[in-house]
């Protein structure tokens, strides 16, 4: 199982981006799903998570500005990123709880994947 993150870059405060992560391979079911950043010198914090239920939950620091989704049909989740502001600036992270296919089959395994990261940088 792999997760692709993409839709980062530059963008000016006030502005908005939107992050996509799809998730690909063997998968039988997906779990919760989130985005995590780290910004230069901090920990990683959650940013917002969704559970297979369409629950939401988000830092306080994003409420009401940011939004977390997901396409069940496309294995992707998303992040709508409006407001930003230059404390947004991070490597925004997506992560996955996902059951997949063992080889051979009947088995499923369950594990955590994460996918490689997007900077997004907000600056005039």
């Known amino acids: 199982v792999q997760l692709q993150a993409s839709g980062g870059g530059l963008v000016q405060p006030g502005g908005s981006l939107r992050l996509s992560c799809a998730a690909s391979?063997?998968?039988?079911?997906?779990?919760?799903m989130g985005w995590y950043r780290q910004a230069p010198g901090k920990q990683r914090e959650l940013v917002a998570a969704?559970?297979?239920?369409?629950?939401?939950n988000y830092v306080d620091s994003v409420k009401g500005r940011f939004t977390i989704s997901r396409d069940d049909a496309k294995n992707t989740v998303y992040l709508q990123m409006n407001g930003l502001k230059p404390e947004d600036t991070a490597v925004y992270f997506c992560?996955?709880?996902?059951?997949?296919?063992?080889?051979?089959?009947?088995?499923?395994?369950?594990?955590?994947?994460w996918g490689q990261g997007t900077l997004v940088t907000v600056s005039s």
């Open positions: 992560n996955a709880d996902v059951r997949y296919r063992m080889i051979p089959p009947p088995y499923t395994k369950r594990e955590t994947f």
């Open positions: 391979g063997n998968i039988f079911q997906i779990n919760d």
């Open positions: 969704i559970t297979s239920g369409g629950r939401t």
